[in-house]
């Protein structure tokens, strides 16, 4: 089974891809991590972020066990990592480059100990429309840009990056105005949209999963 959660930064992806992940055995692809790997080798080589030769040229190159170590850097997840994951994934080339990894996965889905997988959940932004249009069940996750970035504000702070609210605010918004400009970050058509503004976690996981438990008996027929 093949499972897409798509939508902006900080919607609660993530925390619903790891529960449905353990709950139905299934392997996990962040892809956002293809885009800050790719922005991170920008910033280690002291590159621009607009040189797009560069980063086309790192996307080629980057290979899973390269992505693995380059999200141990602490600047990874930071806020400095998400501008330049942006900033590259606006480039054309450097998807197409990236693609073929993303769907390989899912060919061969495999968890993080490396042993096989019967399916897996993908979460990003296009993972329903470009990486795996024919997935099982498609999830679209949003919620208000405030509420997205009050709760990556309390997560960097959590990790000791002291920076403002206003600031995480600004970039969340500027984000989302680069990322949603693609076709491609649209909802799928056949995805399923949550909004968790006013959602708990538990209530978006108990959503997920009656939709999943509802798709797996029309799929088992
Ligand atoms: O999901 P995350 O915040 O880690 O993604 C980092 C950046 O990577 C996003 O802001 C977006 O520009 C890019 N991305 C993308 N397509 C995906 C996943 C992430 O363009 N499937």
């Known amino acids: 089974m093949i499972i897409t959660i798509d939508g902006p930064a900080a919607a609660g992806k993530g925390t619903l891809a790891g529960k449905l992940a353990d709950k139905y055995n299934l392997a996990y692809f962040d892809t956002g991590m293809v885009y800050r790997a790719v922005g991170l080798e920008m910033l280690l080589g002291g590159f621009e972020l607009g040189n797009v030769d560069a980063a086309v040229r790192f996307a080629r190159n980057l290979t899973f066990p390269r992505m693995m170590e380059l999200s141990r850097n602490p600047v990874f997840r930071s806020l400095e990592g998400s501008k330049a994951a942006s900033a590259v994934a606006a480039v054309p080339e450097v998807r197409t480059a990236l693609l073929q990894m993303q769907q390989d996965f899912s ?12 399916g897996a959940i993908y979460d990003g932004r296009d993972t329903g429309t470009v990486v795996c249009p024919r997935a099982d069940i498609k999830f679209f996750v949003t919620a208000s840009p405030e509420i997205r970035a009050e709760r990556r504000h309390k997560e960097y702070l959590q990790k000791g990056q002291a920076v403002d ?38 209530e978006v996981f108990a959503k997920a999963c009656e939709i999943i438990e509802n798709r797996k008996i029309t799929l088992e027929k």
Request: aromatic letters at 8%; zero cysteines; proline letters at 6%.
């Open 107 to 118: 060919k061969n889905p495999v968890f993080a100990d490396g042993s096989p997988a019967k």
């Open 165 to 202: 609210y206003a600031e995480v605010l600004e970039q969340t918004i500027a984000r989302d105005q680069k990322d949603f400009a693609r076709e491609s970050s649209q909802p799928a058509k056949d995805a399923v949209i949550f909004d968790t503004s006013g959602l708990s976690i538990d």
